[in-house]
């Protein structure tokens, strides 16, 4: 690693040498309960960086080659990436099934139907998170994850496309087929 990818801000929040912006470890944001989760607007950039500035939250860091390799080639970081997607997983009332083969299999959990009343209708901001876990993931090396979730989320849209809606689900086909 280079001397700016060791003082990379994502990197260091990442491993739990830094905090946010917010002066929020990402472990303490890791234990939120779901309402905290969705009450709270400027995490979801941390977690899920990309190489766009947010337009939400402009103290969020991006992504750079550097970052990005570091992610790919990481295992600690790689490990921490999957937390905080499954952690989103479990907001949205979903899951991850890691089998043989390297299957990656996203599914609805047993909270799902409790959980789609907090997130499935028309226009929500949770799409727009969804969209950017699909691209961070896919850039971070996780594709295999992103395009697990997509498949779900593909199921889903079959079941709510009125609360969806076209545009959301097209971000979510364009974020894993980049």
């Known amino acids: 690693m280079s001397d700016s990818t060791k003082h990379n801000k994502i990197l260091a929040f990442y491993l739990g ?87 990656i299999v996203i599914a609805k959990s047993a909270e799902y139907f409790s959980r789609k009343r907090e997130w499935i209708e028309k226009i929500n901001h949770n799409y727009l998170r969804l969209s950017r876990i699909l691209t961070s993931l896919t850039e971070l090396g996780l594709k295999n994850y992103a395009l697990a979730l997509f498949k779900c989320l593909d199921e889903i849209y079959n079941e709510d496309k009125e609360s969806i809606g076209l545009e959301t689900y097209t971000y979510w086909k364009k974020a894993v087929n980049s």
């Not at 977690?47 to 750079?64: D, G, I, M, Q, V």
């Not at 009332?93 to 890691?98: M, Y």
Request: glycine share 4%.
């Open 17 to 103: 040498q830094q905090p946010d912006s917010q002066g929020r470890a990402i472990e303490h944001i890791w234990s939120w309960d779901y309402q905290k989760l969705e009450s709270v607007h400027n995490y979801i950039q941390w977690l899920f960086p990309l190489r766009e500035k947010s337009r939400f939250n402009s103290t969020a860091p991006t992504l750079n080659d550097e970052v990005i390799q570091a992610f790919r080639t990481s295992e600690e970081l790689t490990n921490r990436l999957l937390h905080s997607f499954k952690v989103m997983l479990a907001f949205y009332g979903l899951e991850c099934h890691e089998g043989d083969n390297a299957e």
